[in-house]
């Protein structure tokens, strides 16, 4: 009896060891990252472009989107997007879409003299001036980030700032 419970509890060992190493535990380096169990629905993401056009961004295809809400005035955003700007350009074999999300009531031309300040040209920027999406997916601070999968379904969320130019982050960007 003592000998068959050892042998369940080490086949229950050998199989949980053997969940944890097949996807990569990024939570263990990077505290801030939520990973859904289940992908989660999103729901529609209308923002406005820089002409104040009403935009759907749900149309996700084949890239995995990172979507990234930030302030002028947020600090650690001022850190990150230059690394999103990098991480943009290295494209991830060119299946990754980077989008910038300003949730401040200003106009273009002051978000871009401030992304040209940083030195991120490249990126495309949409608002959520009325803070519309910020309450419907729920964010609480700044900077977020939201990793949409290619199905279009919210597979993690990034609370506060991240170092994305990271190989061990990039990896597992790769991987979902």
């Given at each position: 009896m003592?000998?068959?419970?050892?042998?369940?509890?080490?086949?229950?060992?050998?199989l949980n060891t053997n969940n944890v190493y097949a996807q990569p535990n990024i939570n263990k380096r990077f505290?801030?990252?939520?990973?859904?169990?289940i992908p989660k629905?999103?729901?529609?993401?209308?923002?406005?472009n820089k002409d104040n056009n009403k935009i759907v961004l749900n149309n996700f295809?084949?890239?995995?989107?990172?979507?990234?809400?930030?302030a002028t005035w947020?600090?650690?955003?001022k850190k990150e997007l230059?690394?999103?700007q990098q991480l943009s350009s290295n494209?991830?074999?060119?299946?990754?879409?980077?989008?910038?999300?300003n949730i401040e009531n200003k106009d273009y031309s002051q978000i871009q003299k401030f992304l040209n300040n940083l030195q991120v040209y490249d990126l495309e920027v949409y608002f959520d001036h009325q803070l519309k999406l910020v309450r419907e997916l729920s964010l609480r601070g700044i900077p977020i980030t939201l990793l949409i999968n290619?199905?279009?379904?919210?597979?993690?969320?990034?609370i506060g700032d991240i170092n994305f130019i990271d190989p061990e982050l990039i990896e597992w960007i790769k991987s979902l």
């Open positions: 003592l000998r068959n419970i050892f042998f369940l509890l080490l086949i229950i060992f050998i505290s801030n990252i939520i990973i859904h169990k629905d999103l729901p529609v993401i209308e923002l406005k295809s084949s890239n995995i989107t990172l979507i990234n809400f930030w947020c600090a650690p955003c230059p690394q999103l494209t991830i074999e060119k299946k990754l879409k980077v989008v910038l999300v290619t199905k279009g379904k919210e597979v993690a969320r990034i």
